[in-house]
């Protein structure tokens, strides 16, 4: 079973940077889409990021769109979140999430749907404050 476990979170400044990981085990990332979403508390998950297997294709929400920018590692079996710039509104627990995607497969447009994806981490706090 595909496991994903986020990390990196914490508490930053505006203007400050964080990166997020999502560690996978159990299985191989390399036929696995990754998606990043996040939920501020009194609001509906909503997605930040999103790569294909192969890293190919990426995608961001217009939010975070410059500011944010997706990787991944699949011989280190790690999707990399790198968050720049960051703003108030950006305080949120992150989620990685996976979905089954050969490395041909680039269907961003699948790839933005929340139920698309069947694997999720726990989370990982975001807060910028000052």
């Known amino acids: 079973q595909l496991q994903l476990v986020e990390s990196g979170g914490g508490l930053v400044q505006p203007g400050g940077s964080l990166i997020l990981s999502c560690a996978a085990s159990g299985y191989t990332l390399d036929y696995y889409a990754i998606g990043w979403f996040r939920q501020a508390p009194g609001k509906e998950r909503e997605g930040v990021s999103f790569?294909?297997?192969?890293?190919?294709?990426?995608h961001y929400a217009d939010s975070v769109k410059g500011r944010f920018t997706v990787s991944r590692d699949n011989i280190e079996n790690t999707v990399y979140l790198r968050m720049n710039s960051l703003k108030p509104e950006d305080t949120a627990v992150y989620y990685c999430?996976?979905?089954?995607?050969?490395?041909?497969?680039?269907?961003?447009?699948?790839?933005?749907?929340?139920?698309?994806?069947?694997?999720w981490g726990q989370g990982t706090q975001v807060t910028v404050s000052s």
């Open positions: 790569i294909s297997s192969s890293g190919g294709s990426t």
């Open positions: 999430a996976a979905g089954f995607a050969p490395p041909h497969d680039d269907r961003i447009r699948v790839f933005t749907t929340e139920d698309w994806y069947d694997s």
